[in-house]
């Protein structure tokens, strides 16, 4: 499994990439191969003053090694040896009318034990309905293609994980996180802190057939949006609103993301795992959009909605 895991994670890389030049139109992905020094090591994908992406980056890692004491991945096992293998990747789009959107996609072993986590979620600026509920809707068919009953489950596990509440807002829009796909929920640490989590166990060999099914919904989610709003007119205000919001992304991935912190504590490249972050943000005191404003608009977007039921 070890070995069909990296392989499909490299060949969803590549396909993301390609489509995601095409996208661009000028901008190109430059690959930058690293080693970790605790075992394994990974590509890096980044493309930089592109057309459409100001920035992109996708990333494939497979990595090992001994988990750092007191560190449990959350399954209550005595082994720390690990495993892990997977994309991640981040858009930050140079106009505001095309939302940012991260994914990543990984399975995990530590010691006898192995599952799939992974999700993508959307973070608009200036956010259409429709595109939100295309974004839903295609995660939604990739959920089904396993269990009707995953999306719902995995959608509100987004909007409870991309959550800032300090700010009391979610991050943008959600759409599905999942994690522990394919172990016994009964060795999670502490299955109080995943009430999203399965609550029966799921064969590997069907968790990494919904892997290969949901990673490849990513691309069919997010492209058609990216498309239909490229040449939407914006102005200087509307760049700035862009740049303060995208301050909160960066908040969100320095105070909370668990990739992040699983990353840096087991030593991973600090190059890939930062590069999550927008070239370009702003913070600005106390500020408060006007009122009937479509600044003021977003915020109404920044809550757990049942986007699929709406019209």
């Given at each position: 499994m070890r070995q069909r895991a990296a392989e499909l994670y490299r060949s969803?890389?590549?396909?993301?990439?390609?489509?995601?030049?095409?996208?661009?139109?000028?901008?190109?992905?430059?690959?930058?191969?690293?080693?970790?020094?605790?075992?394994?090591g990974g590509k890096s994908r980044i493309m930089r003053g592109g057309a459409l992406f100001e920035s992109a980056g996708v990333n494939w890692s497979e990595v090992f090694g001994t988990l750092p004491p007191h560190f449990s991945a959350g399954v209550n096992v005595p082994e720390r040896e690990f495993y892990a293998t997977g994309i991640s990747l981040v858009l930050h789009p140079r106009?505001?009318?095309i939302p940012t959107v991260h994914a990543n996609f990984r399975f995990l072993e530590r010691g006898s034990v192995a599952w799939f986590g992974g999700g993508a979620d959307l973070t608009p600026f200036y956010p259409w309905l429709e595109d939100v509920q295309h974004f839903h809707r295609t995660l939604k068919e990739g959920c089904d293609a396993a269990d009707p009953a995953w999306y719902p489950r995995f959608?509100?596990?987004c909007d409870s994980y991309f959550y800032l509440p300090h700010r009391k807002e979610t991050r943008g829009v959600g759409g599905i996180?999942?994690?522990?796909?394919?172990?016994?929920?009964?060795?999670?640490?502490?299955p109080s802190k995943h009430p999203h989590a399965l609550d029966t166990?799921?064969?590997?060999?069907?968790?990494?057939?919904?892997?290969?099914?949901?990673?490849?919904c990513f691309l069919p989610a997010y492209v058609p949006i990216a498309e239909k709003r490229r040449n939407e007119p914006y102005s200087e205000q509307e760049r700035l609103f862009q740049l303060y919001r995208r301050g909160r992304y960066v908040e969100f991935n320095l105070i909370y993301d668990r990739g992040t912190t699983f990353g840096l504590k087991t030593g991973g490249r600090t190059e890939s795992?930062?590069?999550?972050?927008?070239?370009?943000?702003?913070?600005?005191?106390?500020?408060?959009?006007?009122?009937?404003?479509?600044?003021?608009?977003?915020?109404?977007?920044?809550?757990?909605?049942?986007?699929?039921?709406?019209?």
């Open positions: 969803v890389q590549q396909e993301i990439c390609e489509a995601l030049e095409a996208v661009d139109g000028s901008g190109k992905f430059e690959e930058d191969s690293w080693s970790r020094p605790g075992g394994g106009t505001p009318m959608k509100d596990w996180f999942y994690d522990y796909v394919g172990v016994d929920p009964q060795i999670l640490e502490d166990s799921v064969p590997l060999e069907e968790a990494y057939q919904f892997a290969s099914t949901i990673s490849r795992i930062l590069m999550s972050m927008p070239p370009m943000a702003r913070w600005e005191y106390s500020y408060q959009p006007d009122a009937g404003s479509r600044e003021n608009e977003l915020y109404d977007y920044l809550r757990p909605r049942q986007w699929l039921s709406e019209s």
